[in-house]
T-cell receptor
Framework: DQQVKQNSPSLSVQEGRISILNCDYTNSMFDYFLWYKKYPAEGPTFLISISSIKDKNEDGRFTVFLNKSAKHLSLHIVPSQPGDSAVYFCAASAIDNDMRFGAGTRLTVKP | DGGITQSPKYLFRKEGQNVTLSCEQNLNHDAMYWYRQDPGQGLRLIYYSQIVNDFQKGDIAEGYSVSREKKESFPLTVTSAQKNPTAFYLC???????????FGPGTRLTVL
């Protein structure tokens, strides 16, 4: 069962513009959400997280927004840079439960 | 329904025992991966396989072994040589040359 979905397999953005990556989930018990970034031939690395008590978390150019009523979260990258080109995975977990991952979205930032 | 499955969901073993974690996919994906996740850490790549009968070590392969005798199966053995085996193990698969990966539900291994 796909409890975490990333419906866009790919996204292309111009350098300097905003990248918005979306993620939807079905399990209302999820209370912790993460974004991972993956470069080719490497394992995913942690990027940013948010707990369900917040609706926004910001870290430099990266901001994650959580809309609990819509069961939706998004990752905003502003401004986008060519080095941001990677696959981004959304993940979610409920307390004392294991993490579920989306299939990923490939972001390409064009110079 | 296509997907990737891991079994069991929870696994308990005594220290010193080898244990094998199952990963099966019916997505017809060529590539399969094993990751380990520890609290507060990201995913770390253990082994990956891009084709049947071939696999490569990832970042933390020591104490683990794998086989890829069939396209749909990529079992991971946690050997007694692995010093800290208690962790959450995730299997994933992908189409060859495509970076998006489908993850299984994971197996939580606890070594007592």
């Amino acid at each position: 069962d796909q409890q975490v979905k990333q419906n866009s397999p790919s996204l292309s953005v111009q350098e300097g513009r905003i990248s918005i990556l979306n993620c939807d989930y079905t399990n209302s018990m999820f209370d912790y959400f993460l974004w991972y970034k993956k470069y080719p031939a490497e394992g995913p690395t942690f990027l940013i997280s948010i707990s369900s008590i917040k609706d926004k978390n910001e870290d430099g150019r990266f901001t994650v927004f959580l809309n609990k009523s819509a069961k939706h979260l998004s990752l905003h990258i502003v401004p986008s840079q060519p080095g941001d080109s990677a696959v981004y995975f959304c993940a979610a977990s409920a307390i004392d439960n294991d993490m579920r991952f989306g299939a990923g979205t490939r972001l390409t930032v064009k110079p | 329904d296509g997907g990737i499955t891991q079994s069991p969901k929870y696994l308990f073993r005594k220290e010193g025992q080898n244990v094998t974690l199952s990963c099966e996919q019916n997505l017809n994906h060529d590539a399969m991966y094993w990751y380990r996740q520890d609290p507060g850490q990201g995913l770390r790549l253990i082994y990956y396989s891009q084709i049947v009968n071939d696999f490569q070590k990832g970042d933390i392969a020591e104490g683990y072994s794998v086989s890829r005798e069939k396209k749909e199966s990529f079992p991971l053995t946690v050997t007694s040589a692995q010093k800290n085996p208690t962790a959450f193990y995730l299997c994933a698969s992908s189409i060859q040359g495509v970076d998006t990966q489908y993850f299984g539900p994971g197996t939580r291994l606890t070594v007592l």
